[in-house]
């Protein structure tokens, strides 16, 4: 257990350096109500791709 060795042993886990250890990475979106998100998150869906900032913005409320 990553988070028993860190606590017991100063061990840090090899995520922390290294995030293709676990092969997948969580994220999230907001999307508009009536959007197809399969479609509209196919490319963040994408793994180890660098993707556009404009895709990874977070529209303003308002």
Not at 6 to 30: K, M, S
Not at 39 to 51: C, N, S
């Amino acid at each position: 257990n990553a988070a028993t060795a860190l606590r017991d042993q100063g061990v840090i886990p090899p995520g922390v350096d290294n995030p293709e250890v676990y092969r997948y990475r969580a994220g999230g979106v907001v999307l508009p109500r009536d959007t197809d998100w399969i479609e509209a998150t196919q490319e963040l869906r994408k793994a180890f791709v660098v993707h556009a900032p404009e895709a990874l913005a977070v529209p303003r409320q308002g």
